[in-house]
Nanobody, 121 residues
């Protein structure tokens, strides 16, 4: 069993910053890709940023230069530093991880419960 728990969301004014954290726990053998997704009101969930185990990153164009994804493999944790936040960044942010658990020989996707980010103008 694997659980992902996000934290760090909240209410911030436009131009402000938030740092999201996601900690994976359970019978983890290895975590490969990790990522942050978000679901804005009235929209489907979309990829915000991803990072491989080796640290290669990918960002949605609209967050380039503002958001930074990072990870600490020793802590099974991924972070999303969000600067210069805009109202269009509003939404529930979800952590995703590709995990191989100790009792399984394949990778599976796991999701956190989500953390709310609200940006006021």
């Amino acid at each position: 069993q694997v659980q992902l728990v996000e934290s760090g969301g909240g209410l911030v004014q436009a131009g402000g910053s938030l740092r999201l954290s996601c900690v994976a726990s359970g019978s983890i053998f290895q975590i490969n890709d990790m990522g942050w997704y978000r679901r804005a009101p009235g929209k489907q969930r979309e990829l915000v940023a991803s990072i491989t185990r080796g640290g290669v990153t990918n960002y949605r164009d609209i967050v380039l230069g503002r958001f930074t994804i990072s990870r600490d493999n020793a802590k099974n944790t991924v972070y999303l530093q969000m600067n210069s936040l805009k109202p269009e960044d509003n939404g529930v942010y979800y952590c995703n991880a590709q995990v191989q658990i100790k009792e399984q020989g394949f990778m599976s996707d796991y999701w956190g419960q989500g953390t709310q980010v609200t940006v006021s103008s």
